[in-house]
């Protein structure tokens, strides 16, 4: 056999002796883990629109369940404004619980209380003054060479009143984005917000929606919590769940807010 033919015989030889002591050292690893108690979810609120204004209400499940929405029936869901005029939401499908329609106002301290398996669950938000949105423009960046396009939201920021806003960006009617920012170096100022949110997969034609909310600092707090687990505006943190506004262990958020949107269609 020839010196370099008997080279690559070695090689191959000491290839597979490797990959087989790799292979019969191989173990299953069964991991033990704790299940957790199941926790009660709360999500939802009321905005300054006269619309039926929903809570939803679930369960959290083992992390080895598909994921789904696990909705609690039963549960008694009560709203009041400043401690007075008590409306009843009611059970429209499990787990969603609906008001009749009303129009909430800014400056009103707004009190959710849920009871469910004997437990009594409550959160409040004052509603602040409403700020308009008063424009969606397109904003084009070069990052390492190529063209990115992101939707700009446009408002007038009130001076002297600390403000804490979301945007809700729905492309195609799906909710794409879910940022909140505050006016902590613009107060009082025309703001140009971008929201981080590249449109080059949508075509001519299509629409782009932003809900524009006025939220309280418990709620910004919140918010802006989700999005740090997720990695926004930076490397995400280590997990944790976002301070509830919900007394006696819930978690999720009730959030007073108000609501203006705008939609852009690509051209």
Same mark, same amino acid.
């Given at each position: 056999?020839?010196?370099?033919?008997? !080279?690559? /015989?070695?090689?191959?030889? +000491?290839?597979? &002796?490797?990959?087989? &002591?790799? *292979?019969?050292?191989?173990?299953?690893?069964?991991?033990? +883990?704790?299940?957790?108690?199941?926790?009660?979810?709360?999500?939802?609120?009321?905005?300054?629109?006269? &619309?039926? /204004?929903?809570?939803?209400?679930?369960?959290?499940?083992?992390?080895?369940?598909?994921?789904?929405?696990?909705?609690?029936?039963?549960? &008694?869901?009560? +709203? %009041?404004?400043?401690?007075?005029?008590?409306?009843?939401?009611?059970?429209?499908?499990?787990?969603?619980?609906?008001?009749?329609?009303?129009?909430?106002?800014?400056?009103?301290?707004?009190?959710?209380?849920? *009871?469910?398996?004997?437990? *009594?669950? !409550?959160?409040?938000?004052?509603?602040?003054?409403?700020?308009?949105?008063?424009? +969606? %423009?397109? !904003?084009?960046?070069?990052?390492?060479?190529?063209?990115?396009?992101?939707?700009?939201a446009n408002f007038s920021d009130p001076a002297?009143?600390?403000?804490?806003?979301?945007?809700?960006?729905?492309?195609?009617?799906?909710?794409?984005?879910?940022?909140?920012?505050?006016?902590?170096?613009?107060?009082?100022? !025309?703001?140009?917000?971008?929201?981080?949110?590249?449109?080059?997969?949508?075509?001519?034609?299509?629409?782009?929606?932003?809900?524009?909310?006025?939220?309280?600092?418990?709620?910004?707090?919140?918010?802006?919590?989700?999005?740090?687990?997720?990695?926004?505006g930076g490397p995400p943190v280590a997990p944790?769940?976002?301070?509830?506004?919900?007394?006696?262990?819930?978690?999720?958020?009730?959030?007073? /807010?108000?609501?203006?949107?705008?939609?852009?269609?690509?051209?």
């Amino acid at each position: 056999m020839k010196i370099g033919n008997l !080279k690559k /015989h070695i090689s191959s030889v +000491l290839v597979l &002796v490797v990959l087989s &002591v790799f *292979t019969s050292c191989e173990k299953v690893i069964d991991l033990k +883990l704790d299940e957790a108690e199941p926790v009660i979810v709360i999500d939802g609120g009321i905005s300054d629109l006269n &619309v039926n /204004h929903k809570i939803r209400i679930s369960k959290t499940y083992s992390f080895t369940e598909p994921n789904k929405f696990n909705g609690v029936t039963g549960a &008694v869901v009560v +709203l %009041t404004a400043n401690g007075e005029n008590p409306i009843v939401f009611v059970e429209v499908s499990p787990g969603i619980y609906q008001s009749p329609k009303f129009k909430g106002k800014s400056g009103i301290r707004y009190e959710l209380t849920v *009871t469910f398996e004997g437990k *009594t669950y !409550k959160a409040s938000s004052i509603m602040p003054a409403r700020v308009t949105l008063d424009s +969606l %423009t397109f !904003k084009t960046f070069n990052f390492f060479g190529e063209n990115n396009s992101y939707i700009v939201a446009n408002f007038s920021d009130p001076a002297g009143i600390p403000n804490q806003y979301r945007y809700i960006l729905k492309a195609k009617g799906v909710i794409e984005e879910d940022a909140v920012s505050e006016d902590r170096f613009n107060d009082g100022n !025309k703001v140009a917000n971008v929201i981080f949110y590249e449109l080059d997969d949508l075509i001519k034609g299509d629409s782009v929606n932003v809900e524009f909310q006025c939220v309280d600092k418990e709620v910004y707090r919140y918010f802006y919590s989700l999005g740090q687990n997720s990695g926004e505006g930076g490397p995400p943190v280590a997990p944790a769940n976002p301070p509830s506004n919900f007394s006696n262990g819930a978690l999720g958020v009730f959030n007073a /807010h108000t609501s203006s949107s705008r939609t852009a269609v690509i051209k």
